[in-house]
């Protein structure tokens, strides 16, 4: 039996090369058989995808492509056919699979002759396998019988492959070393250890597929002129409230995209910087900016209360002073909105009683009041997938805060555990990490963000260097640290909390 590479036939593999497999399998032991070998050839200035169902090797007889072609096959006029065999219908091959193999042994030929040390020309041939049907007789001169190894002549593989040896005339006489190149290039064994900057960005597509697959929402948005969208930390709410904004925007609607905090406000302007029609703010910043508008003044000093009850009072006098007004309004972080804001904004609707209102909301992120109630009549849009965490943190997230784990995520690492009994050993456990996030891992600065519950923590590392990298504010393009409660509704690539 020959060396095969791999071993055993990968999962989804057709069953016609499974077929073919089993027939190889009679090949005495001084062949190595691969299966399902791909490789890129440049030519000129692109470079070509290329790949061969199977590629035999051998010291004395050089290298064979056979080409697969499952199915029922037809040759009219010199196109070829081919239809299942459990019926169907007939489809035109775009090429022969004579041409597949002859084009796939040239370009693996000049990769190997080019890239194996010692190797200047290979002696190959090419055959066609045809698993599911009789042997087609001579199709032409280039197409010899010979070279066709049809349904019933795999009882004897070892006599099909000797035929179509004879009939090629090619002898080899390959060293070990040049054998064990050709199969370090076409079945390479090496340990790859995924760096965790590198394996960011396969996290980070993956994300972004996810999120792409919450879009479907939108779609059923369209029928509803307001809605509330609920979603767990890591559903996208963000990306979605955004892609809301930019369609209505599309639409040719005058949009206001505002949410609690300023830092996640300073995102969404500059994520919808390009929207001519939105206007994208947090509350608070809307809110004096309209007053100024309106010549209402501000207190110098302002308490927590004032915002609650007195902001939306003089928010809506000043719409009633400016006439400004948008003909809808979408909300992010709703769930830290008082009840007097929402009716406050909804005065600001071209029609208040029946403009596009959306409210993306997460009511286990409650922070700045104890019970909320939506501001939408009706049931909520569920976003049910996890698509801006990797699965193991959604995990460990849903288990602190006693939720079903989602079901649906990227995969990623676990989350890690740093024990610290000091601030001191809090700063040299943050310098450690850090250090080898960015030395030895690839992580840029700017992708680590440090969270805590309390502001005093936090301005102490402002301004300290943590891993050769100083730590700063949002925005300031290293490692950032910020206070929970500021951060939210925002995201990075690591987090120190």
Not at 197 to 207: D, K, M, Y
């Given at each position: 039996m020959p060396h095969f590479y791999p071993h055993t036939p990968a999962q989804g593999t057709p069953r016609s090369e499974k077929v073919v497999w089993n027939a190889l399998e009679a090949l005495p032991k001084s062949w190595r058989v691969f299966h399902s070998v791909a490789w890129q050839i440049p030519k000129r200035t692109r470079v070509f995808d290329g790949e061969a169902d199977f590629v035999l090797i051998h010291p004395k007889h050089g290298m064979i492509v056979l080409e697969v072609k499952g199915g029922l096959l037809e040759v009219r006029e010199g196109a070829w056919y081919q239809r299942d065999v459990r019926g169907g219908p007939w489809h035109e091959l775009p090429r022969s699979p004579f041409e597949?193999?002859?084009?796939?042994?040239?370009?693996?030929k000049k990769y190997l002759d080019s890239a194996v040390p010692g190797l200047r020309n290979l002696p190959a041939t090419r055959g066609v396998v045809l698993p599911a049907a009789s042997h087609p007789g001579d199709l032409g001169p280039d197409k010899p019988p010979a070279m066709t190894i049809a349904k019933d002549e795999l009882r004897d593989m070892p006599e099909a492959i000797d035929r179509l040896l004879a009939y090629a005339k090619i002898e080899a006489n390959l060293t070990n070393d040049e054998i064990n190149g050709i199969t370090n290039l076409l079945a390479p064994t090496v340990q790859i250890r995924t760096k965790?900057?590198?394996?960011?960005?396969?996290?980070?597509?993956?994300?972004?597929d996810l999120t792409t697959e919450q879009t479907r929402v939108l779609d059923l948005l369209r029928r509803h002129?307001?809605?509330?969208?609920t979603g767990g930390a890591g559903t996208g709410k963000t990306v979605l409230a955004i892609e809301r904004a930019r369609r209505l925007n599309d639409e040719g609607a005058k949009v206001l995209l505002t949410c609690f905090n300023r830092p996640l406000g300073d995102y969404l302007a500059d994520s919808t910087k390009d929207m001519e029609g939105v206007t994208a703010q947090s509350m608070h910043a809307f809110a004096s900016h309209l007053f100024g508008e309106a010549g209402i003044d501000m207190p110098l000093r302002v308490s927590a209360e004032w915002f609650k009850e007195n902001m939306p009072d003089l928010l809506m006098t000043a719409t009633e002073r400016t006439g400004i007004t948008f003909d809808a309004i979408v909300v992010d972080e709703g769930q830290d909105f008082f009840p007097r804001w929402f009716m406050a904004l909804q005065m600001l609707l071209e029609d208040p009683d029946d403009g596009p209102f959306y409210v993306f909301a997460d009511a286990n992120q409650t922070i700045y009041q104890e019970e909320w109630e939506s501001p939408i009549e009706g049931e909520p849009f569920p976003l049910?997938?996890?698509c801006r965490n990797t699965l193991p943190i959604a995990k460990k997230v849903a288990g602190v805060i006693g939720a079903e784990p989602l079901a649906m995520g990227a995969e990623g690492m676990s989350p890690q555990f740093i024990v610290a009994n000091s601030e001191d050993d809090v700063h040299t456990a943050l310098d450690l990490a850090i250090g080898k996030l960015i030395s030895e891992e690839n992580v840029r600065p700017d992708q680590i963000t440090i969270l805590s519950d309390h502001r005093a923590p936090i301005d102490a590392l402002v301004g300290t260097s943590l891993g050769g990298s100083k730590v700063g504010v949002l925005g300031s393009g290293g490692v950032t640290a910020e206070t929970i409660y500021r951060y939210k509704g925002l995201e990075n690539d690591v987090v120190f909390v």
């Open positions: 597949q193999a002859k084009g796939a042994m040239f370009d693996l965790i900057g590198t394996e960011l960005g396969s996290v980070e597509q993956q994300l972004l002129r307001r809605a509330l969208i049910d997938i996890n």
